[in-house]
């Protein structure tokens, strides 16, 4: 079987994804693979010091996060589980 014979899968990570409107004022609105948006995130709470000094994994959420989040403080386990809700098929 050659390359264009066998069939394409792009892996349920690189899919991209229409964030919701809250998740969009953190990471932008253009639909973006899971992976990204991670990392945007990431970027988000290292820019604006979001990270709990007493304990690193926990993120202490302003107010565009919290509209995502929920809560004042999630875990850095529990915000993926979290962003997932905001994320749709593009």
């Known amino acids: 079987m050659t390359q264009s014979e066998s069939p394409q899968k792009t ?21 973006v693979p899971r992976t990204e948006v991670t990392k945007r995130l990431w970027a988000y709470i290292k820019q604006h010091n979001l990270q709990n000094p007493a304990n690193k994994r926990n993120i ?31």
């Open 11 to 31: 892996s349920a990570f690189m899919k991209a994804l229409k964030p919701s409107p809250q998740l969009a004022a953190v990471i932008g609105p253009e639909p």
């Open 60 to 90: 202490l959420c302003d107010d565009k996060l919290k509209a995502v989040m929920g809560k004042d403080e999630v875990t850095m386990f529990e915000m993926t589980g979290l962003v997932g809700k905001h994320l749709s098929q593009a």
